[in-house]
């Protein structure tokens, strides 16, 4: 999603969208919200916001 607003996407989308990649073959009960920050300050870091 390299055109996202990350200021607009909330834990909720965020989690639906990782729980949607193709592959995905993990335990949805992992995607909680310490989890989900991490992926957003680290995607934060990627395009170097």
């Known amino acids: 999603f390299p055109d ?9 989308e ?3 969208r990782i729980l949607g990649l193709p592959g995905f073959a993990d335990d ?3 995607a909680n919200d310490a989890i ?9 870091e990627e395009i170097g916001v």
């Open 28 to 30: 949805p009960a992992w």
């Open 4 to 12: 996202e607003n990350l200021d607009a996407l909330g834990l909720d």
């Open 36 to 44: 989900l920050k991490a992926i957003l300050r680290d995607w934060y």
């Open 14 to 16: 965020l989690s639906q």
